[in-house]
C-alpha cells in the first residue's frame, strides 16, 4: 500500500465519532502515520468533565511507559557511540550495585535491564505512589529501595517487567553522558525529530488532559491530579501526543535513517524473551514489545498505563503504518482500537467500486447501529458501534440498483434474505429494508423517525 486512501480515512474518523458518542470515555486521541507522514491526527470527548472542556490535539497524556522505548533508544545511541556497551554490567556505570547484599546484582547487565530480564522488583517495596499514597521516588530513595530489595528471579532467566529497571537506565544514561536524563533525550531525540509536543516529565505549563479513575458503583469518575516521576521519568515519566508518538515510532522503522543506525533497530526490534500469559502474548525486545496481527503482520510498540490514562502504540513493519490511541481514563482500551484501525485500513485496501459506494450509508433502529461500506473485497455490513467493527461483518451482494443481499454471515440473523434501499432525488440512501422493517439512515447511531442526512 503506498498511501492510505481518504475515504479509508473517512471512515476511520465517522466511527471514532460514532464510538465517542456511545462508548462513555472522557476523551482519546487517535494518530495515523504512514512511512513517518502523519496522515491522521484527531480527537473525539472531553480534556476535563467538570469544566466540559473539549479536548485539542495540543492537549498532552501521560504517556507511561512508552517512555521506555525512549531510554532504550537513547541507550542505543550511546553504545552507538561509544559510551557504553550493552552487555556491559551495570556495576560498571553504577558501582554503589556492587556492594549490594544480593550477590546476583554482580552478573546484572544493561541488555538485561532493557529486556526486563534481569530480575529486578517493578515499583520497589513502597509503591503507594501510583495510587497518590506519597510521591515517586527521588534518587536517594530509590537507590535505597533498590539496597533494599533482593532480586526476584535470576538474572536473564524470565521475562519480569520493572520500571525499577528502567530507572536504573535513566541514572546510566546521565553517568555515561554527563549530562541530565532530560537535556539528553531532549537533545538527541526529541529535538531532531521535531517532538514539540513531548516532554520527558510532566511540569505545570504544559497543557495536559485531565486523567479519570474507573466508574465508581454510581458510575461517577474521580478526577487525578498530575504527578511527577523522579527518579522514574525514564520508565513512565513522559507527556505527548499520538501526533509526536507516531512520528517517534516511524523514527525507530528500519530504513527510516532517523535517530538510529538499521542495526541497533535491528538489534531493538530482535525478540529477548516471549511473552505469554492471561494478559499478553507476544515478545519483548529491548525497550519495545513485538506481536504478531492474525495475518501475520509484525507489530512493534509499547503501550502505557498511568493514573488516569491508558495509550498503545503499534508500528507496522511490513508497510510502514504506525497508529497511536491515547485515552484520559484507565478503564478504557486503546489496544483494541489500535488493531482495529490497523485491521480497517487493510479491509478498505486500494480498491474502491462506484457502484457499490451507492448503497454505503449508517442504518439504525432500537437494537443497534448497522452500516454498509465498500471494502476491498466488496460490500460489507458491519454493527459499526463496537471498538471491533468488522468482528462480525456480513457480506453483502448487489442484485439490482435498489437491492442487496446478505451471501455470508451469522447462521442466527439473516443470512441469505434480501436489503430494500430507499433513495432520495439526489440518489442517496435515506433508508433499508430488512425483513419488513424499516431502518433509517443516521450519521449519530441514535434512532429517529425521520431519516438524518448520513452524507
Not at 10 to 20: A, E, G, N, Q
Not at 135 to 150: A, R, W
Not at 271 to 279: F, G, H, K, M, Y
Request: a negative charge.
Amino acid at each position: 500500500m503506498k498511501s492510505i486512501p481518504k475515504r479509508t480515512l473517512k471512515f476511520i474518523d465517522s466511527w471514532l465519532t460514532l464510538r465517542s458518542q456511545w462508548a462513555r470515555w472522557p476523551g482519546f486521541t487517535v494518530a495515523i502515520a504512514k512511512d513517518g507522514e502523519v496522515v491522521f491526527n484527531k480527537v473525539y470527548g472531553l480534556a476535563n468533565i467538570e469544566h466540559n472542556e473539549t479536548l485539542t490535539t495540543d492537549h498532552l497524556f501521560h504517556v507511561a511507559s512508552h517512555s521506555k522505548t525512549f531510554t532504550a533508544t537513547a541507550v542505543m545511541q550511546l553504545q552507538e557511540r561509544g559510551k557504553l556497551r550493552i552487555d556491559d554490567l551495570v556495576t560498571a556505570y553504577l558501582p554503589w550495585l556492587a556492594q549490594h547484599s544480593d550477590r546476583r546484582w554482580r552478573d546484572v547487565t544493561l541488555r538485561q535491564l532493557l529486556s526486563h530480564s534481569a530480575g529486578v522488583i517493578r515499583d520497589g517495596q513502597a509503591s503507594g505512589f501510583w495510587q497518590f499514597q506519597g510521591e515517586f521516588p527521588d534518587e536517594d530513595e530509590f537507590k535505597q529501595q533498590i539496597v533494599q530489595s533482593q532480586l526476584v528471579f535470576e538474572p536473564n532467566s524470565e521475562f519480569k517487567y520493572s520500571n525499577f529497571g528502567f530507572g536504573l537506565l535513566g541514572l546510566v544514561i546521565e553517568r555515561t553522558s554527563g549530562k541530565s536524563y532530560a537535556d539528553f533525550v531532549v537533545e538527541n531525540i526529541i529535538t531532531p525529530l521535531g517532538l514539540t509536543q513531548t516532554a520527558t516529565e510532566y511540569s505545570p505549563e504544559l497543557r495536559m488532559a485531565t486523567g479519570y479513575s474507573r466508574f465508581d458503583l454510581q458510575q461517577q469518575r474521580r478526577p487525578f491530579q498530575h504527578v511527577t516521576t523522579g527518579v522514574l521519568q525514564s520508565a513512565t515519566g513522559f507527556c505527548s501526543t499520538a501526533h509526536d508518538l507516531v512520528k517517534f515510532f516511524a523514527a525507530l522503522q528500519i530504513g527510516s535513517s532517523k535517530l538510529l543506525s538499521d542495526a541497533s533497530k535491528r538489534e531493538m526490534q530482535h525478540p529477548s524473551w516471549q511473552v505469554a500469559d492471561e494478559a499478553n502474548a507476544g515478545s519483548y525486545g529491548l525497550g519495545i514489545d513485538m506481536a504478531k496481527a492474525k495475518d501475520g503482520k509484525r507489530l512493534v510498540g509499547h503501550s502505557g498505563g498511568y493514573p488516569g490514562f491508558v495509550g498503545r502504540t503499534w508500528s507496522r513493519i511490513d508497510d510502514g503504518i504506525t497508529v497511536s490511541v491515547l485515552a484520559n481514563a484507565y478503564d478504557t482500551a486503546p489496544g483494541i482500537v489500535t488493531n482495529s484501525i490497523l485491521g480497517i485500513i487493510d479491509q478498505f485496501g486500494d480498491v474502491s467500486d462506484k457502484n457499490r459506494r451507492k448503497f454505503e450509508a449508517r442504518f439504525v433502529n432500537d437494537y443497534g447501529v448497522y452500516e454498509v461500506v465498500d471494502t476491498a473485497k466488496g460490500l460489507r455490513g458491519l454493527w459499526s458501534n463496537d471498538w471491533q467493527p468488522f468482528n462480525m461483518a456480513e457480506e453483502l451482494e448487489i442484485v439490482d440498483d435498489v437491492t442487496v443481499k446478505i451471501v455470508k454471515g451469522s447462521r442466527f440473523n439473516y443470512i441469505g434474505e434480501l436489503m430494500k434501499y430507499e433513495f432520495d432525488t439526489k440518489n442517496k440512501p435515506f433508508a433499508m429494508h430488512r425483513s419488513g422493517a424499516k431502518n433509517n439512515v443516521s450519521r449519530d447511531g441514535d434512532v429517529n423517525d425521520e431519516p438524518q442526512d448520513y452524507n
